[in-house]
T-cell receptor, first 114, second 113 residues
Framework: AQSVSQHNHHVILSEAASLELGCNYS??????LFWYVQYPGQHLQLLLK??????LVKGIKGFEAEFIKSKFSFNLRKPSVQWSDTAEYFC????????????FGKGTKLSVIP | DSGVTQTPKHLITATGQRVTLRCSPR?????VYWYQQSLDQGLQFLIQ???????AKGNILERFSAQQFPDLHSELNLSSLELGDSALYFC????????????FGDGTRLSIL
């Protein structure tokens, strides 16, 4: 069975600080990895995805993530956060097992202080 | 706007009642996935439908059921509601048998009083 672990429940940063959110997964086969963001009261939006190739992937709004296969990790990073990045961030994986359902981490709430 | 439409946006009801949540995916050869987001369990996959048939089942309670209709919209039926069923219910669509990211609707917030 797939599982995803996000290390931080709530992160509080000042504007312009750097961000790194941890994500580790467990799955026996080939996985696809995603980071979704959920702004208050809104639906889940895709930030970035990794399927194969370059392990450093760039997403929208200046976010990037690095896939480290040996560590089963897919950490999200942003060099300089803005107040508008305040949201909840979810790491997710899927690997085909008859379905492409997503397995999500518990989420990390990011609060950016102006 | 992802193009996936969910109604209603909010639903308030009492324990023991039954509700139906509706999802209209984008057009095309798509699977529909239902997820539940609750404070204690986080985001969990419930069930997947394709071409009117159930394709995969996750952590869905026996009190819950779903179906997909010929026009591809899907309904999630929740019965004998309990306080713990209060959650945000999302549906998402995905081109069938594709590993591309799922597109999520805005969700239905269900509050049980």
């Amino acid at each position: 069975a797939q599982s995803v672990s996000q290390h931080n429940h709530h992160v509080i940063l000042s504007e312009a600080a750097s961000l790194e959110l941890g994500c580790n997964y467990s799955y026996g086969g080939t996985v696809n990895l995603f980071w979704y963001v959920q702004y208050p009261g809104q639906h889940l939006q895709l930030l970035l995805k990794y399927f194969s190739g370059d392990p450093l992937v760039k997403g929208i709004k200046g976010f990037e993530a690095e896939f480290i296969k040996s560590k089963f990790s897919f950490n999200l990073r942003k060099p300089s956060v803005q107040w508008s990045d305040t949201a909840e961030y979810f790491c997710a994986v899927n690997g085909y097992a008859g379905s492409y359902q997503l397995t999500f981490g518990k989420g990390t709430k990011l609060s950016v202080i102006p | 706007d992802s193009g996936v439409t969910q109604t209603p946006k909010h639903l308030i009801t009492a324990t023991g009642q039954r509700v139906t949540l509706r999802c209209s995916p984008r057009s095309g050869d798509l699977s529909v996935y239902w997820y539940q987001q609750s404070l204690d369990q986080g985001l969990q996959f419930l069930i997947q439908y394709y071409n009117g048939e159930e394709r995969a089942k996750g952590n869905i309670l026996e009190r819950f059921s779903a179906q997909q209709f010929p026009d591809l919209h899907s309904e999630l039926n929740l019965s004998s509601l309990e306080l713990g069923d209060s959650a945000l219910y999302f549906c998402a669509d995905l081109r069938h048998d594709s590993n591309q990211p799922q597109h999520f609707g805005d969700g239905t917030r269900l509050s049980i009083l």
